[in-house]
């Protein structure tokens, strides 16, 4: 018979070591093991690079080893995203459960959005409150424990919540009085804009931008909230949708005598201002080749837009495959995301994009190494593959995952879940989308 000190140091090594598999992977799709963080920065390790990033000459993935929440069955994979795999299964939920929102009638459990960063999900209800799960090692869940949490947890200090962001490792949200309160990066909900705000868009690695109502423009903070004033961008008036990438930044600009144009700025180094040349440029610049576009949307170095007509069109870095138009060569001009037509919605991932129909059907392309295109593969795609929901209402990209709502108010998640961010309650990554617990 074995000892219970013997049982409790096996549990305790089980712990620390963790047991590491690997997913079958296409060998191209995978990331290089040796560029991810072992510690809590989750980049990879290649130089910086102007756009805020981090390359090292490819695409590789950035995982992190993950201080999670010890209250549930820890499944995960190291070598494809910096996972941990303990294999413990403690019988308890350890305070996950705590303040959790009870169901109750509407509009207390419908889901009105969802909003996916680097390593954490976020979904605001209809009542006000937000609940947010996966890495909170910056306080991006909104408390500053540390812990991660693979089951939705409440943000607390939050009032009226009306629209969310994620991106990065933080958490933004415009109140009702159209003030602007972000979270993580090392702080709890703090005000960075007070009034007028529109919408909030934050870039894979945190940069963050909003824009105000009316013909106010655009404002970004380039570093951590709370350090240095947001600065105003010149030639942002009349925007009226907003996406930022790693460096760049793209909105929807009204035109006083014609259609909506999309206008970009920042770093260009692949291409992604969409002006036919990789040059350095100051200030705004049109994008040609886009009529009537009505969304825009940001991965950390390629741009998409959807026109009116329900076609897609992206430009800049392509070597995942992430442009969508059967290629992997990079586009300096917009060019049409092939087979896929009537979207009503795009999301950008770090190297994936994603598109809802107007019929709920749900596509993804590009980067693929933990699953974020929800096809039930590790293969890189560069045309649309369908995901298994056929009624989305809702949308939302992060880092290496993506996120749906559907009609009956369910979210799933999939891709990447090495901090828990799939919300399933496990480490597991998941190339098919799994159910969100505790939601609606």
Do not use: K
Not at 90 to 112: R, S, W, Y
Not at 129 to 141: H, I, K, P, R, S
Not at 291 to 301: I, L
């Amino acid at each position: 018979m074995v000892s219970p000190m013997l049982r409790l140091a096996s549990l305790a090594l089980a712990l620390t070591l963790g047991c590491y598999e690997f997913h079958p992977v296409d060998p191209e799709a995978r990331p290089d093991a040796a560029g991810r963080d072992g510690g809590g920065g989750g980049i990879d390790g290649g130089a910086l690079d102007a756009g805020g990033g981090i390359d090292g000459g490819g695409e590789r993935d950035g995982g992190r080893d993950a201080a999670v929440d010890p209250g549930f069955d820890a499944g995960g994979d190291p070598g494809v995203d910096g996972g941990m795999d303990a294999g413990v299964d403690a019988g308890m939920d350890a305070g996950m459960d705590a303040g959790l929102v009870e169901c109750a009638p509407d509009p207390v459990c419908t889901i009105a959005q969802i909003a996916a960063g680097r390593f954490h999900t976020c979904a605001r209800r209809e009542s006000g409150t937000v609940e947010c799960w996966g890495a909170n090692f910056a306080g991006q869940l909104g408390r500053l424990d540390g812990v991660d949490r693979p089951r939705p947890t409440p943000v607390e200090g939050l009032e009226d919540p009306r629209e969310i962001a994620a991106g990065g490792d933080r958490t933004c949200a415009v109140t009702a009085d159209r003030g602007l309160t972000c979270w993580g990066d090392g702080r709890v909900a703090t005000a960075i804009a007070t009034m007028g705000v529109a919408q909030v868009a934050i870039g894979s690695f945190g940069r963050t931008c909003w824009r105000f109502e009316g013909a106010g423009g655009i404002d970004c903070l380039e570093g951590a909230f709370g350090f240095g004033a947001p600065t105003p961008v010149e030639g942002t008036a009349g925007a009226l949708d907003l996406a930022v990438g790693a460096g760049h930044t793209c909105f929807v600009a009204e035109v006083p005598a014609g259609d909506p144009v999309v206008r970009c700025f920042g770093v260009n180094d692949d291409g992604q201002l969409g002006i036919g040349t990789t040059a350095s440029t100051e200030g705004v610049v049109e994008v040609a080749g886009v009529e009537d576009a009505v969304q825009v949307t940001a991965g950390r170095f390629h741009s998409c837009a959807l026109d009116g007509t329900g076609r897609v069109w992206c430009w800049g870095r392509n070597r995942s495959g992430q442009l969508g138009d059967g290629t992997r060569v990079d586009r300096l001009s917009p060019v049409p995301v092939v087979g896929l037509a009537d979207v009503a919605f795009i999301a950008a991932g770090h190297v994936h994009t994603c598109a809802r129909r107007r019929d709920g059907q749900v596509f993804c392309w590009g980067r693929n190494q933990n699953g974020q295109l929800g096809d039930g593969t590790f293969v890189d795609r560069p045309r649309p593959t369908r995901v298994g929901i056929g009624d989305a209402l809702e949308l939302g990209s992060g880092l290496w995952h993506s996120c749906a709502r559907s009609a009956d108010d369910t979210v799933r998640c999939w891709g990447s879940n090495n901090a828990g961010q799939l919300g399933d309650g496990t480490l597991e990554d998941a190339p098919s989308p799994v159910e969100v617990l505790d939601l609606p």
